[in-house]
């Protein structure tokens, strides 16, 4: 079954204290979804757009578990949190095995 994969690529960090309160309940509300944390902040090399802010990487055991790890209360309560303190692109991929 293939894995499913959060990334996060940030644009913009308008209100650090909206991602601090997301920091603290996100990664509780992905661990307890079943998902493991590949890349967070760290180095990036930026091409294209040459947007470095902030990427992160998140893999879960299927793409299904993925999306309701998403869906949780938990998580949901993290993106309340978040709300617009952040520009980013949020999306759930299927990896290939």
């Given at each position: 079954m293939p894995k499913g994969y959060w990334v996060s690529s940030y644009r913009?960090?308008?209100d650090p204290e909206k991602l601090a309160a997301y920091n603290k309940l996100?990664?509780?509300a992905?661990?307890?979804g079943g998902?493991?944390?590949l890349a967070r902040?760290?180095?990036v090399v930026a091409h294209d757009a040459e947007i470095a802010e902030r990427t992160v990487l998140i893999e879960f055991d299927s793409f299904e578990q993925a999306v309701a790890a998403?869906?949780?209360?938990?998580?949901q309560e993290a993106l309340v949190a978040l709300?617009?303190?952040v520009e980013r692109d949020f999306r759930i991929v299927e990896g290939i095995d």
């Open positions: 913009t960090i308008s996100a990664p509780p992905v661990k307890a998902g493991r944390v902040g760290g180095r998403h869906e949780s209360a938990a998580y709300s617009d303190g």
